[in-house]
Each structure stands twice: as C-alpha cells, then as structure tokens.
C-alpha cells in the first residue's frame, strides 16, 4: 500500500505564492509519476502537473509558466510551487501517484485526502 500526506493549503491572495507538498510512503515502484489535480465545487477534477521519476513533466494550459512542479525522488515527495495566483485556482488540490502494484503490476493510483486552496483578497 501507498500512502500520501499533503501539506501547504491555506488561503493566499491574487498575485500571491504558495507551496504544496506531499511525501508518499510504503511500497513504492522507482519508476511512477507523481502528480497534482484539483477540484472546484461542480467541477471535475482535472490534472494541473505530473511528474515521472525521470524528471519529466506536463502541466495544465491554465497553469503553465506559473506553477512548478519537482520531486525529491530519494524522499518520494513532490511539491507544486504555485506563482501569481488567481481565484480561479480555488479549490481542492489532490496529490496522486500512478504506478504498477506492487503484487499484481496492474497500473494503480493512489490519492491524498486533498488540501484546499482558496485564492482570494
């Protein structure tokens, strides 16, 4: 089993910074991709940033040149430093890490409990 720990939500104002963190534990693969979705009330959660462990990445259109996403494969944590933030990026961000189980290979996901970030003046 996989287990993910968010931190870093709270409330930022337009234009503000803000960075979330999360470190998985138990069985992890070398190689999966880590990533960040988001979901605001009445949405559907849609994926901001990954990022596999060999470094490379992929972001939203909406976030692109402002948001930045890393890892710490040695840590197995990944962060998303967010820049010039706006209110339409209130909502509840989701850490996730896509791998082969452990046991059966099968492609899996797993996913953190959410943090909520509310841009806002």
């Known amino acids: 089993q996989v287990q993910l720990v968010e931190s870093g939500g709270g409330l930022v104002q337009p234009g503000g910074s803000q960075r979330l963190s999360c470190a998985a534990s138990g069985s992890i693969v070398n190689v999966n991709v880590m990533g960040w979705y988001r979901q605001a009330p009445g949405k559907q959660r849609d994926l901001v940033a990954d990022?596999?462990?060999?470094?490379?990445?992929n972001y939203a259109d909406s976030v692109k040149g402002r948001f930045t996403i890393s890892r710490d494969n040695a840590k197995n944590t990944v962060y998303l430093q967010m820049t010039s933030l706006k209110p339409e990026d209130t909502a509840v961000y989701y850490c996730s890490l896509r791998q082969r189980h452990i046991t059966t290979m099968y492609p899996f996901e797993y996913w953190g409990q959410g943090t909520q970030v509310t841009v806002s003046s």
């Open positions: 990022i596999s462990s060999d470094g490379s990445t």
